[in-house]
């Protein structure tokens, strides 16, 4: 599975949109790419996935380039409540995916 | 809701010790996983099982076994527990679809220390 690199943390006001970025330089073109949230003392959630094209949900957004490279997760109006780790991860197998460090968000007031 | 528990959320043990870690999903996933995660190391796959009775290594499977003898539950074992295996555990399951999609669902986690 392609390997993924992620800022170690970012910031963002209140109801403000937050957008993390994630390089995968190495991704093939059968691997998809996955975000996760963990907030502190729960185990990871699911936040959204795409192949190739952009994908919305009631959680996110994820806006993935043309080369795939590089994919940035949007959440359109961020609260406090979106503050955690997140995660990018790509993935070809169904059995295995590996989380790196991710990125701390910090939502201020 | 999927919901996967997981037996203990905070477990203390002392070395040398065989410990059972145990999780149940109830949305008949065939997929299930091991994780530990440690800080700076991020999550770090032990053992995976995509069907009752099968098991696969992850990236850290030394020290572990898994058994899964009923495709709800998967069992982690630690057969003789050392200090560094002192972490968070985590546990998860997907559904076996295509190839490539597969979101998992987590459980809340047992965090293990072991003097």
Known sequence: DAKTTQPPSMDCAEGRAANLPCNHSTISGNEYVYWYRQIHSQGPQYIIHGLKNNETNEMASLIITEDRKSSTLILPHATLRDTAVYYCIVRGNAGKSTFGDGTTLTVKP | ?115
């Open chain 2, 1 to 115: 809701d999927v919901k996967v528990t997981q037996s203990s959320r905070y477990l203390v043990k002392r070395t040398g010790e065989k410990v059972f870690l145990e999780c149940v999903q109830d949305m008949d996933h065939e997929n299930m996983f091991w994780y530990r995660q440690d800080p700076g190391l991020g999550l770090r796959l032990i053992y995976f099982s995509y069907d009752v009775k099968m098991k696969e290594k992850g990236d850290i499977p030394e020290g572990y076994s898994v058994s899964r003898e009923k495709k709800e539950r998967f069992s982690l074992i630690l057969e003789s527990a050392s200090t560094n295996q002192t972490s968070m555990y985590l546990c998860a399951s997907s559904f076996w679809q295509a190839l490539t999609y597969n979101e998992q669902f987590f459980g809340p986690g047992t965090r293990l220390t072991v003097l």
